[in-house]
């Protein structure tokens, strides 16, 4: 009887401490399981036990735990596909302090239609289209070299020498580490709308400005003379006996005749001046920030040059000019009314010669 009652109590003992030691190596096995950042295991729990207590507390921050990771992974994927989408959409540059690219986005690449290995380490200046004026190139290096943000219009050329127009922004990136500052560029293609606003305002066929264009210049140009004191030049040219063309050669040599002076025209005159058909045979340039010296001396080379320009069917053509300053007019109509009285002067005296203010 007595060795009945004790084996049972050993069976009932050794039971017993076995699964206490089962249970504690469960919970050994998950704690180093989370240790590492599994979070896959939970601990056993018992209740009334310290350690089941623990166990309980554990296993809900095992559980929180696993819930926001599994928040920041989709936060993460999320992010991912972001700048994915920017990367393919989103114009980005990064410009070192030397003016090379050493970042861009795989649109910016494809715009240019450049590799990366081609575009690496290229001064940016480089990409620039000759269409970027010097005067947007200075700010934008002035801005740069002080720290300054900037913003405007810039013209990039690819790698088929194709004009792309970029309206940007330029951030400077400062570098805590002391190191020269580098600058983060971002920016949307507005090539197509600069087209559109290029057909807008030129002649169909001479390919100059049209006269709605030379007014807004010549606004422009007016009011800021007036404000600085600057002085300008407003030239009208018209060829002579060009209705004779018409009738006795058709329209369209006509046509080609106009084309031609204003190849000419475009050949001749600067990049800052607005060149524009006037109206029919009459052609204006508005040359900027130039004295009535210069304006004359402009008019004068391209009477010479349309003299002794070949146009074959019709023959040799000639035109007049007069030439007004803007110093002393009280209102643009005012100025271009001189300019055309100077050109009938012109036109009185003979043809083919320039007649400016005294």
């Known amino acids: 009887m007595v060795a009945s009652i004790v084996l049972s109590a050993w069976i009932y003992i050794h039971y017993a401490v076995a699964r206490r030691l089962k249970t504690m190596a469960a919970r050994v096995e998950a704690m180093e399981c989370q240790g590492k950042a599994t979070l896959q295991l939970l601990l056993p729990e018992t209740p009334h036990d310290e350690l089941g207590v623990l166990a309980s507390a554990l296993n809900n921050y095992s559980t929180a735990l696993q819930q926001r990771q599994s928040e920041l992974e989709t936060a993460k994927q999320k992010v991912e596909s972001y700048v994915a989408i920017v990367d393919q959409h989103v114009l980005?540059?990064?410009?070192?302090?030397?003016?090379?690219?050493?970042?861009?986005?795989?649109a910016f690449c494809q715009l240019m239609k450049l590799r990366n290995t081609e575009i690496y380490g290229?001064?940016?200046?480089?990409?620039?289209?000759?269409?970027?004026?010097?005067?947007?190139?200075?700010?934008?290096?002035?801005?740069?070299?002080?720290?300054?943000?900037?913003?405007?219009?810039?013209?990039?050329?690819?790698?088929?020498?194709?004009?792309?127009w970029l309206e940007a922004r330029v951030t400077t990136i400062d570098d805590p580490s002391g190191l020269p500052a580098k600058y983060s560029l971002i920016a949307q293609d507005i090539t197509d709308h600069k087209r559109i606003q290029e057909l807008s305002i030129t002649d169909s066929l001479t390919g100059l400005y049209n006269r709605f264009h030379l007014d807004a210049v010549l606004?422009?140009?007016?009011?800021?003379?007036?404000?600085?004191?600057?002085?300008f030049c407003v030239i009208l040219g018209d060829i002579d006996h060009f209705k004779q063309v018409n009738d006795l050669h058709g329209h369209l040599i006509g046509d080609e005749v106009l084309r031609r002076i204003a190849r000419l025209f475009?050949?001749?005159?600067?990049?800052?001046?607005?060149?524009?058909?006037?109206?029919?045979?009459?052609?204006?340039?508005?040359?900027?920030?130039?004295?009535?010296?210069?304006?004359?001396?402009?008019?004068?080379?391209?009477?010479?040059?349309?003299?002794?320009?070949d146009f074959q069917e019709p023959g040799s053509q000639t035109m007049s000019f007069g030439v007004a300053s803007s110093l002393g007019k009280s209102s643009i109509q005012d100025l271009v009314r001189t300019a055309d009285q100077l050109l009938y002067a012109s036109k009185q005296a003979g043809r083919n010669r320039v007649t400016s203010e005294a």
């Open 92 to 106: 980005t540059a990064h410009i070192d302090a030397d003016g090379c690219i050493r970042k861009f986005s795989n």
């Open 122 to 164: 290229r001064p940016f200046e480089s990409i620039l289209h000759q269409s970027c004026s010097q005067e947007v190139l200075q700010e934008l290096r002035a801005a740069m070299a002080h720290g300054r943000d900037w913003a405007g219009e810039l013209a990039l050329t690819d790698k088929d020498g194709g004009l792309h």
């Open 219 to 231: 606004g422009t140009e007016f009011v800021r003379a007036q404000r600085y004191g600057n002085e």
């Open 266 to 309: 475009r050949q001749h005159c600067r990049a800052v001046d607005a060149v524009g058909r006037w109206g029919g045979e009459e052609f204006m340039i508005v040359c900027i920030q130039t004295p009535l010296a210069g304006g004359r001396s402009l008019a004068e080379k391209l009477r010479e040059m349309v003299a002794i320009t």
